[in-house]
């Protein structure tokens, strides 16, 4: 619902904050004094196309906000959330337009482009008039409110499922078959290269082994010498050998153990260390004796490797993955062998998932015929009682294009209408008469109220060519209209705007020198006044007062379900 509208410097509009109430509210006011604007600024700051002329002259910018609150299970929310644009049931929706050109879109405060504040737009509003883009004129919005008037969501869903089902099978096929068309090529491509890991013939972790060897082998001698060095000097003829000179000192020890027991354990400790020393000396000497220098095997390992790192750089992967590239590499070469059956196999499953979808899609069919039959029915009827009494109106379902299957099933709506008898029916968008298409939306907006997403409704010249008990009778439609959504109608006629829940009048004012445009919310006895406006000539009499106040009256006595809500 759209609770505040913003609107500076725009057009005739120097300044304007205005909150709005649920239910139906009228818009009235001397022609020329700027109703238009209002739907004008409301359209812009949805997303309309903008251009400098909308700035008021002398400003730097014109700046409008529409403000609305979600309901909980409104479908913006989840929009919203997935656009990390906010989700506490509120959209604020601004549009800034410089005199240079420049134009900016906020939503939430957060910049976003002039089309995400068109499709947010999109969700939330919808006006109906003779120059009205609105969304009732998009094929697929007709497609989805006819689904939603019969209640058909549970099996618009399986028909989706069952394209997702038959899309991946025809994905498959498609792979499949492009790998078909290139299989030699790349076979003969596959099989060499397979053949080349074959030939190295590399083992899980061999790479770090061989590094580890091909180091040890290039500092061989310093190695040896370390050894060498380490080992004369546990056990070497030196006198200064590590083990000798231990082994003098655990003897003089264990004397002196016997003459002082405590010394023992002391001893002891010296004879442990002797045996480990031992044991380290008898390790080097093996060291030296095996670990001799080994000039073909160092030859061997740095060519191994050398071998190693060309082909990871011929198939410019890291070393360590080139068993993961010899495994994938012969996957991919079986596959493209048994290709043959990898695609019989996919044709099948894609005639199996087509045969699928066909068979949902021709229920959504048969359901959809069935729905379009009730809903023409009721549009039908509300024509004849808005002043279209030859009106028809007709839902064609068109089958898709080529017959290919689509997320939404076999066929598109689309929604026909004529008022002239021996005129054939036409697109909503080729409708001449901008009363009459504002009717008929608002026939269309009626019969599907309760399925509707859109909140909040604006109507424009909805009541143009008619009057009298037509003109009542489209405002006592509005009004039950604005028992579930939030209703706006812009109207010249009296019998329209005493039935509005709410009362917005339009009126230009002429300050140093300069026209502005403003709107204001009237009171009861100011609504008396401009009835009696709308009612008379160019003196309003006593009598006219009296009919505008008894209009008035019966307006408020025009309560239904909900009404009580609204007032």
Not at 198 to 211: H, R, Y
Not at 512 to 522: A, K, N, R
């Amino acid at each position: 619902m759209l609770t505040r509208l913003r609107i500076s410097d725009f057009a005739l509009i120097d300044q304007l904050d205005l909150d709005l109430l649920p239910g139906f509210s009228v818009l009235t006011g001397e022609t020329g004094a700027g109703k238009s604007i209002i739907i004008d600024a409301i359209g812009l700051a949805l997303g309309d196309r903008a251009d400098t002329s909308t700035v008021r002259p002398g400003a730097e910018r014109a700046d409008i906000c529409a403000e609305f609150v979600l309901a909980e299970h409104h479908p913006l929310r989840a929009w919203l959330r997935e656009r990390d644009l906010g989700d506490d049931g509120f959209a604020a929706l601004r549009r800034v337009v410089g005199n240079e050109g420049r134009t900016r879109a906020y939503i939430n405060g957060q910049p976003v482009t002039v089309q995400l504040l068109k499709e947010a737009g999109e969700q939330l509003l919808d006006v109906h008039g003779q120059h009205a883009h609105y969304s009732l004129l998009k094929s697929a919005v007709q497609r989805e409110l006819l689904d939603r008037y019969g209640n058909l969501t549970g099996i618009t869903e399986k028909v989706a499922a069952a394209y997702g089902t038959w899309r991946q099978a025809n994905d498959d096929m498609e792979r499949l078959t492009r790998i078909a068309s290139e299989r030699t090529a790349r076979m003969d491509a596959l099989q060499f290269q397979v053949n080349e890991l074959d030939a190295l013939e590399l083992g899980e972790g061999e790479i770090a082994q061989l590094e580890e060897e091909q180091r040890r082998l290039a500092h061989g001698e310093e190695l040896m010498r370390i050894a060498q060095q380490t080992q004369d000097g546990l056990d070497g003829d030196a006198d200064g050998a590590v083990l000798g000179a231990l082994s003098h000192l655990h003897r003089a020890l264990t004397d002196g153990a016997r003459l002082d027991e405590r010394l023992a354990p002391i001893a002891r400790l010296l004879d442990e260390s002797q045996i480990q020393l031992q044991e380290a000396a008898s390790a080097l000497r093996r060291y030296t004796d095996s670990e001799g220098l080994d000039p073909e095997r160092l030859k061997w390992v740095e060519e191994r490797l050398s071998a190693i790192y060309h082909l990871a750089r011929k198939h410019r992967v890291a070393d360590d993955q080139l068993p993961e590239l010899h495994r994938r590499l012969q996957a991919e070469l079986r596959e493209l062998t048994h290709a043959d059956e990898h695609l019989a196999g996919a044709q099948q499953r894609l005639q199996d998932a087509e045969a699928g979808y066909r068979a949902v899609a021709k229920t959504l069919t048969a359901q959809r015929k069935k729905t379009a039959t009730a809903l023409v029915r009721d549009i039908e009827a509300l024509l004849h009682k808005l002043g279209m009494p030859h009106g028809k109106f007709v839902i064609e379902l068109l089958k898709s294009p080529q017959g290919v299957p689509q997320p939404w099933g076999d066929e598109t709506a689309e929604f026909l209408v004529t008022s002239n008898p021996g005129h054939p029916p036409a697109p909503l968008d080729k409708v001449a008469s901008g009363g009459e298409l504002a009717r008929i939306s608002l026939a269309i907006a009626v019969a599907s109220a309760a399925v509707s997403e859109i909140s909040t409704l604006i109507f424009d010249e909805v009541d143009t060519g008619v009057g009298g008990g037509i003109a009542e009778t489209i405002g006592q439609l509005m009004r039950t209209l604005g028992q579930s959504h939030q209703v706006f109608c812009v109207t010249h006629s009296p019998q329209i705007a005493a039935l509005g829940h709410q009362h917005l009048k339009v009126s230009k004012r002429v300050s140093d020198g300069q026209t502005h445009t403003q709107l204001d919310t009237l009171s009861d006895a100011a609504r008396h006044e401009e009835l009696a406006r709308m009612l008379g000539g160019v003196e309003i009499t006593k009598q006219t007062r009296a009919h505008a106040k008894e209009m008035l009256a019966k307006g408020k006595s025009k309560k239904g379900a909900g009404d009580t809500a609204v007032n």
